[in-house]
């Protein structure tokens, strides 16, 4: 494909540091910053999702943060539709397109048309959602898939849970119904070139050094007040928000079932296992350069 459209993408797992990069880029060439973010997009989940601040973004201007209240879904189709606008709108003034985040699905949808396969699967997803089952029963599980996917609910009995738990992991994984993958599937790749940078840990103990460092700031700058102030707001009840790492720990918490250590300790596993994931997604779509950091 030949066209004088280039785009940037800076890529890589949490804790790596792609919205410092993605801002000192944007001072060199002139570029304006799409988050990547599938969490960032909602108002409020500011600390648990490391939202750059004002200070950090030095003056170049974000999009696609805070665009969404808590009690909305999000899908990957919207945010490919939002992250689309922008990148027209930021071309159509000179400036030049850099995303930077770590939801891999979302970015790849948006920046080579590749849509996620039906088998797309992950184990401790699956395996939540039928603890949730248990523990709340089968009609609870079905209303979660009822906010997620309407169509899908109205065809699956709620005590089928093997469905419902499938049909939800769908949603999760790829952010669509199955009216939005089919619609997703006939749209054409975007035109214009993209320019990936991948920044890639040295060695996995590093990575998981600043992941552990990054987890221990955002308790400290108060993350426990940010999600409980969401939580009366409705966090625990909405379709996408609620299953933020960073905050959907902290429910056991609220409700009287641990305590602060052991909320800030599964934090740093859910997020290292995340990383994992985020490395071997962006390892497979990755082509052009990579810093190690």
């Known amino acids: 494909m030949k066209t004088d459209k280039i785009i940037y993408a800076v890529i890589g797992p949490t804790a790596s540091g792609k919205s410092a990069y993605a801002v000192g880029l944007a001072e060199k060439i002139g570029g304006e910053v799409i988050s990547g973010d599938s969490m960032q997009i909602y108002r409020g989940m500011d600390i648990g999702t490391a939202k750059p601040t004002l200070s950090e973004m030095r003056g170049i201007k974000h999009h696609l943060i805070d665009v969404a209240d808590i009690t909305e879904p999000y899908s990957a189709m919207r945010f490919v539709e939002s992250a689309s606008s922008a990148i027209e709108d930021i071309f159509s003034r000179g400036k030049v397109p850099i995303i930077a985040g770590g939801t891999g699905m979302y970015i790849e949808m948006l920046i080579s048309g590749v849509r996620p396969p039906a088998?797309?699967?992950?184990p401790e997803l699956r395996e939540e959602l039928y603890r949730y089952a248990r523990e709340n029963?089968?009609?609870?599980l079905h209303k979660r898939l009822a906010e997620a996917d309407p169509e899908a609910a109205a065809a699956i009995h709620p005590n089928n849970v093997k469905r419902v738990v499938r049909a939800l992991e769908i949603c999760y994984?790829?952010?669509m119904t199955k009216t939005e993958s089919d619609a997703a599937s006939r749209e054409n790749a975007p035109e214009y070139e993209v320019c990936t940078v991948m920044l890639a840990p040295k060695d996995r103990s590093e990575l998981y050094a600043r992941i552990e460092s990054r987890v221990d700031s955002m308790f400290e700058l108060g993350l426990a007040r940010e999600v409980e102030s969401l939580c009366k707001r409705g966090l625990r009840t909405t379709p996408t928000a609620s299953?933020?790492?960073?905050?959907?720990?902290?429910?056991?918490?609220?409700?009287?079932e641990c305590d602060l250590s052991a909320v800030r300790e599964a934090v740093k596993i859910n997020t290292r296992h995340y990383a994992k994931r985020q490395l071997t997604w962006f390892a497979r779509m990755h082509k052009d350069e990579t810093i190690l950091i």
């Open 119 to 122: 088998n797309e699967s992950d």
């Open 137 to 140: 029963g089968a009609d609870a």
């Open 173 to 175: 994984l790829s952010g």
């Open 243 to 256: 299953q933020a790492i960073g905050y959907k720990e902290f429910y056991p918490f609220f409700d009287g």
